[in-house]
């Protein structure tokens, strides 16, 4: 996971980098037990003002352990994704998302030609040849967007002025949770509601097993 | 109908087995056959648990060959896109290529995507229900479920790309090939059935019509759990396939004729052994029933044997048991009872004292004697001895004397004839066969020339012997023996050793034993007539008297002289009550005499035996006073020889009479021997003379001697003397010249019956007739 973190430091040195507001803002995202969600891509919209030119962007989604890493990612429309192979065996990777359906065959390495998301929305990456493999890159137009950590937190360097519209995404919400708030004050902790059941645990029992679940 | 006791037991015997073996043979059958009827019971839910496996490995099958369309990229890549078009075509190619019968695809909030085959409204929303049966909507499924009534295994599996865009199906029809081919694995009827509301339809499997027939016929109902049960000769179990969205059962049968194939086999084994057994229990008894009863028969027989006599019959001692035991016992009673028998025989035949056959053996031999004589042409002497005074000998010694005496005699007398029986107290009988008896009866005395010698003391006998011969004085042993004891009687009357028969005397004992039968009866029918002979009294005509005479004039044998049948009838000892009846008619005619004017002094004669009767004094005192006579007129005749004989005896009556005033004479007197001293004892008052010194006195000098002599000693000592048998006038003269008493006689008159007696003692009362 260390190598997770690394990736995920520098995205948040970029978007501080490329973001020009004032103090760091934090937020904490919990379900109806109130218990923190964590891989919840929170997104958010100012009053009117438009996000500065994403030219050149890039993320990263590797293949480790047969896993995405990370396991969600959100990017700005236009960046590039690129999708190295850190296992030592081959991965097929696609998206019949509407978002961004794309084919990445067979390689190893770094052999990939990234991949340019350009459309707003959720794209499931899967592996043709390892079903258990699911990752999600979620795709906003806006410049302010976050990925809560483990304990549900997500931080802001910089966020609009004035009235703010947020959005929060996560796999196992079937629709975006959307709100308003009058100051990027009052971004503090928002209740997604409940969550479906986590896609990476329904582990699909054998067949013969099935049989006995009438 | 009468069992043997052998057929009983052999019934008993059998029917005890039969019953035992019966119960052996039906618990036997029924335990096993609830044995097989249990494992087949057993044999069909392992069937239906076979059943079951092979269906879900089955639909594990079905699971791959669906895991294999939803895990191809392209048809992920179909259904992601929703291409119609090629969704079906994939479909029906992956259907052709798992060779499943309908294959369609859903969609996750359960709309139809795609189908192989046009699905109904209905069929589509039993899809949907299987399908949304579960939440784990991302595992693959499998449901049975009925289309058109036919049966399908669905096997549905996600499509995942990678969250699960849809679910694809493929349905399996299960067919007569299915089930026949479960029906080859299990050995079973298979057949499967929809349970609707109110029906249940047959869809598959692979019954007979006429089973399937049956099974629609009846009113057959799903049961709620799988179960077995027995049903038209099949035993049947049910296992559920599915319960939702449909129930559906599969019955699994078999019949009952091939469950209980291995019974029948076993049953005739068990029939076949039991009857085997049966027969052989049955000869068994048979054979232990003969063997019991044969020595049971064998007894029967040998006692039937037995009382016919034959004691040599002899049981088979078979066996050591009881019956052996039986019989041994039986053999050793048989013996006892013929040596047993054997003695009672000699003691019934023999004289236990001298060891001669006994009287009873009389006849019998006899019998064999006169074939001998017969046979030999000889002559039979049937010989009765007896021992002289044996009496005496037998009071004066002893009796233990008396008896040895009787066995030297049985042996000397056995020593002469071995055909010796003893038929009395002292009496033999010797059968000789001789052609000299007088020799041979010589012999017999001869052999008693010597003393017995018995002991201490020795003693001499004499025998008396009568004897009769064969054939001259008879033909037959009763004759031969009756005659033989007359001789005997002769002898012994003769005081004579021997006597042979003479021919007569049969007849006159015969005519004896006539006249005493006749005797009882001679008084009441007239027979007996009493007669009265006047006794004259020279001197005093007035005294005049008469002496009672008896007559017998028996209407078959005429005039019986009493000298004949007083003889007899004193022999017989019955002259007591000829003497009464006499005096009772003579005192009853003195009586009557009287009332006619004519006193009469009445002489009655008595018996010696007379005498020796106690109350004849009484009897006569109680006549004479019945009658009014006087005891002076009463003379009492008893003859000399008689009374010489029994002097002693006779004394004591003779005296109570005299005692009572009657008076006693002496008959016949001169022929009896007696001695003046004898006659001086006696209360004699008359002596009558017999007349054989009467009858001749008139040219008998020696007569008239003892006539006159005779008178003298009476008047000497005080006795009338009255003379019989005065026919003449010249002895009437010659008597009463010398002084005779009484006269008596046919000179004056005959004995004459009682009327003619009256007139004649009238006139001569009266002097009509000249005495």
């Not at chain 2, 335990?31 to 079951?52: K, N």
């Not at chain 2, 369309?69 to 075509?89: C, P, Q």
Request: charged fraction near 20%; proline fraction near 4%.
């Amino acid at each position: 996971m260390k190598t997770s973190r690394q990736w995920w430091l520098a995205t948040g040195f970029l978007i501080v980098a490329v973001s020009v507001s004032a103090t760091p803002n934090g937020v904490q995202l919990v379900d109806d037990d109130l218990q923190p969600v964590a891989d919840a891509v929170i997104a958010i919209y100012g009053d009117g003002t438009a996000p500065t030119a994403t030219i050149n962007k890039r993320a990263d989604v590797d293949q480790v352990d047969r896993q995405f890493t990370p396991y969600v990612s959100v990017v700005e429309a236009g960046t590039r994704v690129y999708f190295p192979n850190s296992d030592d065996i081959r991965h097929h990777v696609y998206s019949f998302s509407p978002a961004k359906r794309f084919e990445l065959r067979l390689y190893h390495g770094t052999t990939a030609e990234p991949v340019v998301f350009e459309q707003a929305g959720k794209v499931v990456l899967g592996c043709n040849i390892h079903d258990d493999m699911i990752g999600y890159i979620y795709v906003v137009d806006t410049p302010y967007y976050a990925v809560t950590d483990a304990s549900g937190a997500a931080r802001f360097v910089q966020l609009p002025e004035g009235n703010l519209r947020y959005q929060v995404q996560h796999p196992q919400l079937a629709e975006p949770v959307v709100g308003e708030l009058s100051a990027a004050s009052e971004l503090k902790t928002i209740n997604v509601g409940r969550l479906l059941p986590d896609p990476r645990k329904t582990k699909p029992r054998t067949e013969l097993e099935a049989l006995f679940d009438r | 109908m009468r069992l043997t006791y052998r057929y009983k037991l052999l019934l008993i015997l059998l029917a005890m087995v039969m019953v035992l073996v019966l119960a052996i043979y039906l618990a036997t059958r029924a335990v096993i056959r609830d044995a097989v009827t249990q494992q087949a019971y057993l044999d069909l839910e392992r069937g239906g648990e076979l059943f079951s496996q092979l269906l879900q490995d089955r639909a594990g099958q079905l699971a791959q060959s669906v895991g294999v369309l939803v895990d191809d990229f392209g048809f992920k890549e179909a259904v992601a896109t929703a291409d119609r078009a090629t969704i079906v075509s994939a479909l029906n190619n992956h259907r052709l290529r798992v060779g499943a019968d309908i294959a369609l695809v859903l969609e996750p909030n359960g709309e139809l995507l795609a189908s192989s085959q046009v699905i109904n409204a209905e069929g589509f929303a039993l899809l949907s229900k299987a399908l949304a049966g579960s939440n784990e909507i991302n595992n693959t499924r499998y449901a049975p479920i009925v289309l058109d009534n036919r049966l399908y295994q669905f096997v549905f599996a996600p499509v995942r790309a990678p969250l699960t865009v849809a679910n694809a199906g493929v349905g399996f029809k299960v067919d007569q090939s299915l089930a026949d081919h479960l029906k080859r694995l299990t050995d079973l009827d298979v057949s499967f059935w929809r349970q609707g509301a109110e029906t249940t339809s047959y869809l598959a499997g692979t019954l007979s019509d006429n089973d399937l027939a049956l099974m629609q016929s009846s009113d057959w109902r799903m049961p709620d759990q799988d179960s077995t049960w027995l049903a038209d000769e099949k035993l049947n179990n049910s296992v559920t396939v599915t319960r939702v969205p449909q129930q559906v059962v599969a019955v699994l049968q078999v019949p009952l004729e091939k469950v209980m194939q291995p019974f029948a086999v076993l049953d005739t084994q068990l029939l076949t052994l039991t009857f085997s057994f049966l027969l052989a229990a049955g000869m068994l008894a048979m054979f232990m029933a003969r063997s019991v009863t044969r020595p049971v028969r064998e007894l029967a027989g040998s006692a039937r044997k037995m009382a016919e006599g034959d004691y040599a019959s002899q049981v088979p001692e078979h066996s050591a048991d009881e019956l052996g035991d039986l019989a041994r016992a039986f053999n050793q009673m048989q013996r006892a009872i013929a040596v047993r028998e054997k003695e009672i025989t000699y003691q019934a035949e023999h004289d236990s004292l001298t060891g001669l056959a006994n009287r009873a053996q009389v006849f019998p031999c006899m019998r064999v004697a006169i074939a001998a004589a017969n046979e030999q042409h000889l002559k039979l002497i049937v010989a009765i001895a007896d021992i002289q005074k044996f009496t005496q000998i037998n009071d004066g010694l002893s009796s233990e004397t008396g008896d040895k005496v009787l066995a030297e005699v049985a042996r000397r007398l056995q020593a002469i004839s071995p055909s010796t029986l003893r038929l009395g107290s002292d009496e033999f009988l010797l059968l000789i066969h001789s052609v000299d008896p007088p020799a041979a009866i010589d012999a017999i005395h001869l052999a008693f020339n010597n003393n017995l010698g018995l002991d201490a003391i020795d003693v001499h006998i004499d025998l008396n012997v009568g004897y009769a011969q064969y054939p001259d004085d008879g033909d037959n042993a009763d004759l031969l023996l009756r005659r033989a004891n007359l001789a005997l009687s002769e002898a012994r009357l003769g005081h004579i050793k021997s006597c042979a028969y003479q021919s007569g005397w049969d007849e006159k004992h015969l005519r004896r034993l006539h006249i005493l039968s006749a005797y009882s009866t001679a008084f009441e029918s007239g027979q007996m007539q009493i007669y009265l002979q006047p006794k004259i009294n020279p001197h005093i005509k007035q005294e005049l008297g008469a002496e009672v005479l008896i007559r017998w004039i028996h209407p078959e044998m005429g005039f019986i002289s009493p000298e004949e049948f007083i003889l007899v009838i004193e022999s017989a000892g019955q002259i007591s009550l000829l003497t009464r009846w006499v005096l009772a008619q003579a005192f009853a005619a003195a009586a009557a005499l009287r009332d006619e004017g004519v006193e009469l002094i009445l002489s009655v004669n008595l018996s010696v035996l007379d005498l020796l009767e106690d109350d004849l004094p009484e009897y006569i005192n109680a006549l004479t006073m019945q009658y009014d006579l006087s005891a002076q007129s009463i003379y009492l005749e008893v003859t000399e020889s008689a009374i010489m004989r029994e002097a002693d005896r006779s004394l004591a009556t003779l005296r109570a009479l005299d005692a009572m005033g009657f008076k006693l004479s002496i008959d016949d007197y001169g022929t009896g021997f007696s001695s003046l001293s004898q006659l001086k004892k006696l209360p004699v008052h008359e002596l009558k003379i017999d007349k054989s010194f009467v009858m001749n006195l008139d040219a008998d000098k020696d007569d008239q001697q003892i006539v006159k002599s005779t008178i003298e000693l009476g008047h000497t000592l005080g006795l009338s003397i009255t003379a019989e048998g005065v026919e003449t006038a010249n002895t009437r003269d010659w008597l009463i010249a010398n002084g005779c008493d009484i006269l008596q006689g046919y000179f004056y008159s005959k004995p004459l019956p009682l009327d003619a007696f009256s007139l004649w003692a009238k006139k001569y009362l009266t002097g009509d007739i000249d005495a």
